[in-house]
């Protein structure tokens, strides 16, 4: 074929993973970080038989492949080995609890153990006898019970998981609470830890405490006074979350909020991210949550690529001051890709201007830019309704839609006539007496391709623009745009085909298409070198 892909090269792990549906488990051991993702050994596609595909690394940034970490091989997982989580135990051994498809295909909770815990990279995993540890109780189908979560230590030391389910004949989620004091044996407990009545089934549950001040990252048995917890739910396409309090002593999980299933939900990501994992490394005592971007484009594309979904840059979370939602960032370690910088100075954006930024790759570049509003004015746009969900950003407010401060920001992967490009972009609105910062990728122009997929994707970020810059981190990777808007309070990820800014002929753009001026207060770029990916061992 003479058709051109975009590839990916930051995180070029696409290629390594053949099929790679979801972060199951990740892993820091003995010097090392381990992906463990859904793969099928046969074809691009998810498959009748799925395996965990295995990778290491030493920065989280440049990885090896390993052979299959699990693979089907006993009556529990015999059709499949699905997502599942890792715990390390206290004397410092890993375990996983993974969703093996049965004989009869039905999901069910398998144990595995490393036949060598002295073996930092964890090739060999043998699953003991007792399997498998738990199965679908009788409220929830038989194919809907799996994605067991990284296992956490109660108060009286007892191990508890939970798994991801569906009631029968409703349309309610559930994450279903097990106890165990050997890990080998599982009881369920009374009630869920968490349902919605509204959801639908949650895969990849995610449970695990954040600190309440500071950065910081927590093993997932720290329970105390000056911790919270947070429940991810994936559902719906989205990853979703709430932050509650949890207590070991009642394992009650009071949330400050509820799953509704709208775009209200508190989200990892307002773009494409799904079944993400987090874990806690003990190396640099932080959370790092990784999540899985599907692709876009036609089965037909994945044949030819020979594979299908990638893995975003791995994220530090921690709790934002006023507790109210995540923060996200991309691990430090991605910095080191950086190569050639471009820097600006501060200057006025008159309404209708567009500023090229040369000097760097565009099509692999990491940018940090911020906005000032010094003098915003009482006459900016008035939004109607109190509301600034997804759908009124999305309806009202693409790139093409002028207006007053707004849309500023990037267009990214432009061609050089601009008919290609992903504009990632504010827009600044007044809201009763205050103001509103809603932040976009739309995708809608970018690509000449028409197979593709292409939305309008936003959230409101939560920013008063009277007071701080609005600032916007991109991190452009060929097909991928993630977006980082105020420091990590909203994050967009955006995966897109461009037939013609491709490489060399990629441009990357500041823009201002609202009527008034607005300050780019400053802005660094730089060119990203390729990241070692998929390399066989050495
Ligand atoms: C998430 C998921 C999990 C399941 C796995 C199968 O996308 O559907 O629920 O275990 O992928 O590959």
Redesign the pocket.
Known sequence: TSRVYPKLAIGEAAKLFAFN??K?GPLYYKGFYHLFY?HNPLNPF?GDI?VWGHSVSQDLVNWIKLEPALSPSVPSDIN?C???STTILPEGKPVIL??GSDTNKH?VTVLAEPKDPSDPLLREWVKPKGNPVMVPPSNVPVDCF??PTTAWQGHDGKWRALV?AKEKDSNKGMAILYHSDDFVQWTKFLVPLLESQVTG?W??VDFFPVAVTGKEGLDTSVNNSSVRHVLKA?YGGNDCYVIGTYSSETDVFSADSEFTNTAEDLRYDYGNL??SKAFFDSAKNRRISWG?IMERDSNEDDIVKGWAGIMAIPREIWLEKSGKKLMQWPVEEINNLRAKNVSLDSKQLEGGSILEISGITASQADIEVAFDLPDLENDTEALDSEEVDQATIIDGYSASVKGFYGPFGLLALASNDLSEHTAIFFRVIRRGNGYAVLMCSDESKSSLRDNIEKATLGTSLDIDPRHEKISLRCLIDHSVIESYGGGGRSVITSRVYPKMAIGEEARLYVFNHGTKAVTMSSLEAWSMRKAQINSNET
Do not use: P, V
Request: with cysteine; charged share 15%.
């Open positions: 549906n979801g199951k859904q998810f799925m499949s699905w997502s599942g993974y969703t999901q799996r994605d991801g089934m895969e990849c994936s799904f079944a899985w």
